[in-house]
């Protein structure tokens, strides 16, 4: 399924910077920084749309696009980026990362997160100058 997932902002991090943050480490479980090409120093696994409040950040995303696990792999600064998940779910979460050759996005995403469709999206007021 394609959608929006509306990113909020954590401590001293906007919603911006948290978004391109998660989207770039989940590039990251595929090509760890460590093997990285130059080219590959920017790669993001899905794209990030603004507000026009210029304020908030939504990653778009495909719940059932698959991701690659690099055994070198850490997910360290991933769920660093989830302060709201518990010891148990970030445990958890390694886990089942760790225990896969690959995994559907939406395996990852929380139960409390909610993906929006572009209908709901622009009923927000995301795309305000779409045309119908």
């Known amino acids: 399924m394609n959608g929006y ?3 909020l902002p954590i401590d001293t991090l906007g919603s911006e910077p948290r978004a391109q943050a998660i989207t770039r ?28 409040d210029g304020v908030q950040a939504a990653l778009q995303v495909d719940t059932a696009y698959t ?5 070198l792999a ?3 600064r991933l769920v660093s980026l989830f ?4 010891e ?21 995403v929380p139960s409390t997160t909610t993906v929006r469709t572009f209908e709901e999206m ?8 779409q045309e119908a």
């Open 5 to 7: 997932i509306i990113v």
């Open 25 to 52: 480490e989940l590039y990251c479980i595929t090509a760890p920084r460590a093997i990285q090409e130059p080219y590959q120093h920017d790669g993001k696994v899905f794209g990030v749309v603004m507000h026009p």
């Open 67 to 71: 991701i690659p696990v690099h055994p």
């Open 74 to 76: 850490t997910l360290e």
């Open 83 to 86: 302060p709201e998940l518990t």
């Open 88 to 108: 148990a779910e970030r445990l958890n979460l390694q886990a089942y990362i760790f225990n896969s050759a690959a995994f559907p996005f939406g395996a990852i």
């Open 122 to 129: 622009e009923a927000l007021g995301w795309f305000p100058n």
